[in-house]
């Protein structure tokens, strides 16, 4: 008879501990949404940084998974799974819900052998997103990318500063309808905030 694992066993990764890896990236930038969230799910930020730690070596192993199968082996079968044409190539668009933001959905874009192109939260199907008029509207955790180019035409993409972030370069007017250039950063594609580009050199 098999003997139950003993106290040191590795527990196995679960959406629990994929949502915790989604916000130790937006700790950097937004704590407090972060502590509120670790409150919410009952968890403490040592129990983050160890989801992340896993997460990171699971990537980075010698004997990882493709990571599309990773996804899978942490969050189970996705909820949706279609086909996403980028240029000439076709990718599989797989979708996971994430209790933290019911509106939204993880999306994983994966390449015919289970290579991830990109992965990041989006704006489930159907749900509409919030009204983005000025830049007053572009609150943390409240857009994703995608949200924030289709409703400050002609954003312009920005290399991001680690991976995961993007960032996002615009011109959008304030409350009194004064416009001016900003930059959005995103952490897996949801906003964690805006600031005001730099001023041209002289």
């Known amino acids: ?4 694992p003993g106290p040191s066993a590795t527990p196995a990764f679960d ?4 949502q915790l890896v989604l916000l ?4 950097d930038h937004q704590p407090g949404l972060v502590e509120d969230a670790l409150r919410e799910l009952g968890v403490d930020r040592a129990q983050m940084r160890e989801a992340n730690r896993r997460w990171q070596a699971m990537a980075h192993s010698p004997r990882r998974r493709a990571a599309g199968a990773r996804y899978r082996s942490a969050l189970g079968p996705p909820e949706t799974v279609s086909e996403r044409r980028v240029g000439d190539l076709t990718f599989d668009a797989l979708t996971w819900r994430v209790p933290l933001w019911p509106d939204l959905r993880f999306e994983v874009l994966t390449a015919p052998g289970g290579a991830v192109w990109n992965e990041w939260l989006i704006r489930a199907p159907g749900l509409p997103g919030p009204a983005l008029r000025t830049v007053r509207d572009l609150r943390p955790w409240a857009c994703t990318v995608d949200e924030v180019a289709r409703a400050f035409p002609p954003a312009r993409p920005m290399e991001g500063t680690a991976p995961t972030r993007w960032r996002l370069s615009f011109t959008a007017p304030d409350a009194a309808g004064k416009r001016a250039e900003y930059v959005a950063e995103f952490s897996w594609g949801l906003l964690q905030r805006v600031t005001p580009s730099d001023p041209p050199a002289v």
């Open 1 to 4: 008879m098999s003997s139950a």
């Open 15 to 18: 959406p629990l501990a994929f």
């Open 24 to 27: 130790r990236r937006m700790a």
